[in-house]
């Protein structure tokens, strides 16, 4: 009894903690917001009760930090800044200016903030302000804090989509979060969730490929990685979702093109990775894309942001425009008359923050005064982005000690996740037997536009210091000399727009003397080097091709007689029937990172098994376009009469130094009775003789619909180890939400009927095989 009335007791005492934890009175001589112990709840309207209309607007207006400013006045004509993408400058306002309206509260928000002492000046200035509210900064963190000199940087997007591995990509992305709090910023404008369906676009190495599955996986690994389930504290950041949406099959493959699709397309293949990270990863802050979509701009889109997203999917967060893309409602899409109307349209469907520069605090004021806007729509976006700002601690801490910088980026175990991230992203093509190099004693030659410099990197990186980068040259040398190569190398320039003849033959010459030549070609989108870029953002292409004379390279080189190794640096798929036909292997590395350069070397020489497969399908030429491994049954009835209808290679691809066996897949059961799931199951063996991963992929297909289905669609994968000789089992749990589509009357429902169940390592036709899952009746899905 003694026992018992101590546990009541204590019972009570903590009942009394936590209600004095729900709500404490003010701190002597502070206001409420300021308590750290109030619930954020609590902090967040004391504060908004204590702010004018002028200052809620303010923390919707986000600009270019100081120096990036300083940078973009020097550089840029006014009507350069018009069109430009990248950087920006304010006519008639200068940074001092900008500094100035920080101490007075009228910016919420800056991005373009690359250094640690700049970031600490800013909330310094913010912390003179009236209300002292800290400032939210911003960065294109893209695939590490790559923007931040001596950051790592680990591969691209499209790079991490080839490694199909969702826990990997989680590793990286709460490294960077990581990286990013130390250098004192606080969201991510990551991850491009766009499916990628046409590759002429530019900003496909932003991308995780062409399927919605997949795109959606990793996705919510890169949101949850950032935010983690909750990002209250100071070592998260948050994350944003984009493009909304769909970009990425412009009408004509340019950025920014109008976009016209089906509403059923729009909810079959591009807003699945949105409810996935809205109902899965909660994510924070969501991005309006640059275009219109069937006649809308998607900056003034009110169904898709408030009623689709918020009011039916439950978003949680704020929206933000992209660049300038408010205003150009009405000078891009003559939508509206001025930017002073294109504010309107775009606050009152839904947007909350405005990227970037001047006018649009001054607009949005005066709309609300006049009646033409409701003052709730402003109090919803400034509670929510309060709300960030709070949960990270800005209050309490938003300065970032100077000293502790250089100890959080670019650690060894963030060295270690890049590099492991480039070697099992890396996808082997083609082999005729060549790899992986063995035995030393040959001559190898190194060259290539992209053999010896940083366009490993990718899109969103800046230049970074030449110890923290392993170019491919760089890591075949070192490599290849250790195991008794003598390697040789010719520099033909960095610039394939610039590649000329005379450096074509004299490394055709050079290459006489070598046993092997490894030819590293490819694309470069380092946004540094903003003329010689030949894809990445606003640099699209209309052909899939090597850029320049590299083929030309290649043909000299070929002509020797020579084996050829390809090496591929890239963030767009790259198309050349002829290297596939002509040379002896082909490697692809995308763009892969700080330590892509020794990531591919020890492919080359097998101390790596790749083990890679393609996040998109490869064509042979860019008037297959459009061509996705998840097509509709219809799509090749005919024939092209100067082109076969088949991949150069299909999405899912990836060779290995040694061989898979995969058996007929087996089902728990042959049916599906009501909502309760089914697994599949399929016997993996590794046939050869080196150990290594494979990546078993599960496709399924409905085959008979009230509205045309996909030949396949992707609804699991999983990477399994295996020594040479060894099998084992992979299993795949199959729920009525895998099978569910829109039917004919757009209802999200499981159809009765026979589904094909396919598995296998790529989603060739030849490479599945398949069993039948038959759903007894029908079974609707509440999203």
Not at 265 to 294: D, G, Q, S, W
Not at 402 to 414: K, R
Request: aromatic share 8%; charged share 20%; glycine share 8%.
């Amino acid at each position: 009894m003694k026992n018992f009335k101590i546990h009541i007791l204590t019972l009570i005492v903590l009942s009394l903690a936590a209600g004095m934890m729900a709500f404490q009175p003010p701190q002597e001589g502070k206001a409420s917001y300021l308590n750290p112990l109030q619930p954020i709840e609590n902090r967040v309207k004391d504060l908004m009760s204590r702010m004018t209309l002028e200052e809620k607007v303010a923390q919707m207006c986000q600009y270019v930090g100081l120096e990036h400013m300083k940078i973009a006045e020097k550089d840029l004509t006014e009507e350069e800044m018009k069109k430009s993408d990248a950087q920006g400058f304010y006519p008639g306002l200068y940074s001092k200016d900008v500094a100035k309206m920080v101490t007075e509260g009228r910016i919420g928000s800056f991005l373009h903030v690359v250094t640690a002492e700049e970031a600490n000046h800013l909330q310094k200035l913010a912390m003179q302000s009236r209300l002292k509210i800290p400032l939210l900064i911003g960065i294109d963190a893209i695939h590490g804090n790559g923007l931040y000199h001596g950051a790592t940087i680990y591969p691209s997007p499209i790079t991490m989509a080839a490694s199909w591995d969702d826990t990997l990509m989680y590793k990286a992305s709460r490294q960077t979060a990581l990286e990013m709090r130390a250098s004192g910023t606080h969201w991510a404008f990551t991850p491009n969730i766009d499916v990628l369906r046409d590759p002429r676009w530019g900003r496909s190495g932003e991308t995780f490929g062409e399927d919605p599955f997949l795109v959606g996986n990793m996705g919510i690994a890169t949101i949850k990685g950032l935010q983690t389930d909750d990002f209250t504290g100071e070592d998260k950041v948050i994350a944003c979702a984009k493009h909304l949406i769909a970009g990425s099959q412009s009408i004509n493959g340019l950025n920014a093109a109008p976009t016209d699709v089906s509403e059923r397309t729009l909810l079959e293949v591009y807003l699945p990775p949105y409810r996935r990270a809205i109902k899965e990863a909660k994510v924070f802050t969501i991005m309006a894309a640059h275009n219109e979509v069937n006649g809308i701009p998607c900056h003034m889109d009110k169904h898709l942001m408030t009623d689709l997203l918020r009011d039916q999917w439950g978003f949680p967060g704020f929206y933000v425009s992209d660049w300038n893309d408010v205003s150009r409602i009405a000078t891009l899409h003559h939508a509206a008359k001025d930017f002073k109307e294109a504010s309107l349209l775009s606050v009152s469907a839904g947007l909350d923050m405005h990227m970037h520069g001047p006018q649009f605090q001054e607009y949005i004021v005066e709309l609300v005064q006049t009646g033409a806007l409701d003052l709730g729509r402003i109090e919803e976006a400034c509670a929510k982005i309060l709300e960030a700002k709070f949960r990270l601690g800005l209050f309490e801490n938003p300065i970032v000690d100077l000293e502790n910088v250089e100890a959080q980026i670019f650690t060894p175990a963030h060295q270690a996740t890049a590099l492991e991230a480039a070697r099992k992203a890396i996808t082997l093509l083609k082999n005729n037997g060549i790899l992986p190099l063995e035995g030393g004693n040959k001559s190898i030659f190194v060259t290539g536009p992209n053999a010896n410099n940083q366009t490993t990197l990718g899109d969103w990186a800046s230049p970074q210091p030449e110890d923290r980068v392993t170019t491919v040259y760089e890591g075949i040398e070192a490599l290849g000399k250790s195991k008794g190569y003598k390697v040789s190398y010719y520099d033909v320039g960095e610039h394939s727009k610039l590649l000329k003849e005379k450096d074509i033959q004299q490394a055709s010459q050079l290459a006489k003397a070598a046993d092997i030549t490894i030819l590293v070609l490819g694309e470069n989108s380092f946004r540094h080097d903003w003329k010689n870029k030949t894809t990445g953002e606003n640099i699209d292409r209309a052909t899939l091709q090597l850029s320049g004379k590299q083929l030309q390279l290649a043909k000299a080189i070929h002509a020797i007689g020579k084996p050829i190794i390809v090496v591929y640096v890239n963030g767009s798929p790259i198309a050349e029937p002829w290297l596939a036909q002509n040379t002896a292997a082909i490697v692809e590395t995308w763009e892969p990172g700080s330590f892509g350069g020794q990531a591919a070397a020890e492919v080359l020489f097998g101390e790596v098994n790749p083990s890679g497969k393609l996040p998109v399908t490869v064509p042979r030429s860019v008037g297959q376009l459009q061509m996705v491994y998840n097509h509709k049954p219809s799509t090749y009835k005919h024939k092209y009469h100067t082109e076969k209808k088949t991949p150069l290679y299909p999405f899912g691809y990836g060779l290995s130094f040694t061989t898979y066996g995969f058996s007929v897949p087996e089902l728990s059961s042959s049916s599906m009775d009501g909502d309760v799931p089914v697994s599949v199951s399929v016997n993996v063996t590794n046939t050869g003789k080196r150990s290594g991963e494979e990546i078993v992929q599960f496709y399924i297909r409905d085959k008979v619909s009230s509205a045309t289905r996909p030949v396949k669609e992707l609804k699991g994968y999983q990477r399994v180890y295996l020594k040479s000789g060894e099998t084992k089992t992979v299993t795949f749990n199959i729920t009525p939400e895998l099978l569910a589509f829109y039917d004919i009357d757009m209802n999200y429902v499981v159809e009765p009927g026979d589904f094909l169940i396919m598995t296998g390592p790529s989603s060739a036709d030849k490479d599945l095989k398949q069993t039948t899952l038959t759903v007894s009746e029908k079974i609707k899905i509440n999203l």
